[in-house]
């Protein structure tokens, strides 16, 4: 049987593949990008493509030049779409970079955006149910992680209890996910609340939106949480399971149009059995979380229809939607993390000024785009962001004294 080989552009491929193995299906993740991906993929792109596109290649190709690598037996595993992005040429162009190389043999299993990411197969089902699971049990985590760290007292603490939390619900996934992730979240939860951490000083709680890919990816996006912490802030990160929401609402849409109401109800039955999962997930330690929950995309595209058509879809209107609900709810700054060129993020940045005018109170704002090149001018352009949503902050904390 074919082994099936995820990106590990976050933290959530790990039990996403664990899930695969659980139902029978051999799965790996790839080693985390590095500088090296980068140098391989440049020997078969332009350059024209985006930053996620030359990771993924990359890291393809790499494998596939591994001694013993044997191309009859290995799939990758690569997410698609149809809207106005780049994302769905990344399969024809990696099938066209594995014939070059000698590997036409290998596949790759195309998950597809339109669709909500559904596979096929046997037990795609119960497998689809785990991996979500998973991925929102990460989500958490990552919450978790990203309001200890900035606050503690032990340095590297907070990460020593990720790695073990992380490999808790890797465990979990391989044993088919379901109560054992909830009875894994209840020993997360144990292991963050003995942490020691000071928080009588509120840092400037930062939405960290964007492209999903460069915002997960520490190489991509060079660490960049760590860099937002070390200039003083505390990061509120986009999730997984919040793009996954907004994929089943546009399968919704699309599907009416389409007039197939028995998809829709479907797709309605699905999100409803996920809500129940994400809070059997979260319950365990709702009480460590402070920061606010994403609100629905259902809820918040609404609010930016008057200053943007958001039939047109995308990676651009989610990123725009999250912003206006995080600044509705009491965050201090926004991040627009993009890769270089992205015609989606572009369109955000564009955006950004009326909808921060109209819609978010001048709330401070900075488009950080990523070329997989090192850090040189934004850690001044951060300084200057977070002075501005110190300042922010202050004014907000000042206006409900």
């Known amino acids: 049987m074919k082994t099936t080989y995820f990106p590990c552009m976050a933290d959530h491929a790990y039990s996403v593949a664990a899930a695969f193995t659980a139902f029978g299906l051999p799965a790996e993740v790839l080693p985390r990008s590095d500088q090296s991906t980068l140098t391989t ?87 689809r149910k785990v991996v979500w699971q998973a991925i929102v049990a990460t989500d958490l985590l990552l919450k978790l992680r990203h309001e200890y760290r900035p606050y503690e007292t032990v340095p590297g603490s907070t990460d020593e209890a990720y790695a073990r939390s992380l490999a808790a619900l890797t465990a979990a996934a391989l044993k088919q996910g379901g109560e054992e992730l909830v009875r894994a979240m209840e020993s997360i939860a144990r292991d963050f609340e003995a942490l020691e ?89 709702a009480h460590l979380l402070r920061n606010p929950e994403e609100i629905r995309a259902a809820v918040a595209l609404p609010a930016i229809r008057g200053h943007f058509d958001t039939m047109l879809g995308g990676e651009g209107v989610m990123t725009m939607a999250r912003a206006v609900s995080y600044a509705g709810q009491g965050v201090d700054g926004i991040l627009n993390v993009l890769p270089f060129s992205c015609m989606l993020g572009t369109i955000a940045s564009g955006m950004a000024p009326r909808l921060r005018r109209d819609l978010m109170e001048m709330i401070p704002w900075l488009d950080v785009p990523f070329d997989g090149q090192e850090i040189t001018n934004v850690r001044t352009r951060l300084g200057a962001f977070m002075h501005q949503s110190r300042e922010y902050q202050r004014g907000r904390e000042g206006a409900t004294v």
Not at 253 to 258: C, F, P, R
């Open 197 to 285: 951490v000071d928080r009588s000083g509120r840092r400037p709680l930062i939405a960290m939106v964007g492209e999903l890919y460069v915002c997960q990816d520490i190489f991509s996006n060079n660490g960049f949480v760590r860099e937002v912490e070390n200039a003083g802030g505390e990061v509120l990160l986009t999730t997984f399971s919040d793009w996954l929401y907004y994929c089943d609402l546009r399968n919704r849409e699309l599907s009416s149009t389409a007039g197939n109401y028995l998809a829709i109800l479907g797709s309605h039955i699905q999100e409803f059995v996920e809500r129940r999962w994400e809070h059997k997930l979260r319950e365990p330690i």
């Open 41 to 127: 993929a440049l020997e078969f792109v332009r350059g024209r493509e985006c930053l996620p596109c030359f990771m993924t290649t990359g890291d393809i190709v790499k494998k596939c030049r591994e001694p013993g690598f044997d191309p009859a037996q290995a799939r990758f595993f690569m997410p698609t779409s149809h809207g106005p992005c780049r994302m769905g040429q990344y399969i024809p162009l990696q099938k066209e970079v594995l014939q070059k190389i000698g590997m036409s043999e290998v596949e790759i299993l195309d998950a597809d955006e339109d669709k909500a990411y559904q596979l096929d197969g046997e037990n795609a089902g119960d497998i």
